[in-house]
């Protein structure tokens, strides 16, 4: 990886600057979009999109900074609209490491959605949508609501959310605060001991909240706490040396 491309990037996040990129991975490919990027972590760096804001991972290898000139067709709001996939929440968080309540559903991007049962013709013959006698007589189509995910998920964390581990000796995470980064909290469930601080964004929380596993690459000191109240609890002690980028509002 060329160290000018990461230092590109990382003037973008000191600066919160829009840049244009191509990107070679993804569903569209080579496509050039623009992006705000927000946090690079080992290989990966992490930014919202431009027209939805939300935020998605690119490998650096496979990105490239350049000019809204260069002949590369743009990606569509169309390539990169939000799909969703219908599911059943307890049966989608039962293998979580975090008990995800019903509260927080909407945190990790599960939120009722409406749906309309439509007629099934000889060319849908693997349809899973049914035809009810009502819609037959009324010729209306019936209306539902149903529980769904984006994909990507859209997730919507707040301050205050709070997650507990399925596992008695790991740690109640807490998100405290929420700016160009989100920043959660390992608190000791006996209240005595220091908390454990990290800045990340939502990606990397969904993702620790799923598997167990702590980014602790993303841990801060009480210096860099978002938190002017909160900082004074936090444990300094074997903080990773590479730790994250400071972005305040």
């Given amino acids: 990886m060329e160290d000018s491309l990461v230092e590109r990037l990382k003037a973008a996040i000191e600066d919160g600057e829009v840049v244009t990129v191509v990107y070679l991975g993804g569903h569209a490919p080579g496509t050039k ?23 998605k991972s690119y490998l650096l290898e496979k990105l490239s900074i350049v000019s809204d000139e260069h002949p590369s067709q743009w990606m569509t709001e169309s390539l990169d609209r939000l799909r969703a996939t219908k599911i059943e929440p307890t049966s989608y968080f039962s293998e979580w490491a975090y008990d995800i309540d019903r509260s927080l559903w909407p945190a990790l991007g599960v939120t009722l959605r409406e749906y309309v049962v439509k007629k099934k013709t000889a060319s849908d013959q693997d349809s899973t949508f049914l035809e009810t006698d009502d819609v037959v007589a009324n010729k209306t189509p019936a209306k539902y609501l149903a529980y769904a995910v984006g994909n990507p998920p859209q997730f919507d964390f707040h301050e205050g959310d709070l997650f507990f581990p399925k596992s008695s ?15 959660v909290h390992q608190i000791p469930r006996d209240k005595n001991g220091l908390r454990i601080a990290y800045q990340l ?30 900082r004074f609890s936090i444990s300094s002690e074997h903080v990773h040396s ?6 305040r509002d």
């Fill in 33 to 55: 979009r623009r992006i705000l990027p927000i946090r690079i972590a080992e290989h990966m760096l992490y930014a919202r999109s431009s027209h939805s804001m939300l935020v």
């Fill in 169 to 183: 000796d790991d740690l109640v995470v807490q998100v405290v605060a929420k700016r160009k980064l989100l920043e």
């Fill in 201 to 230: 964004v939502d990606d990397e929380l969904a993702e620790w909240l799923k598997t167990g596993d702590v980014p602790r690459y993303s841990r801060i000191d009480a210096a860099l706490s978002f938190s002017e109240v909160l």
């Fill in 242 to 247: 590479a730790t994250s980028v400071e972005c």
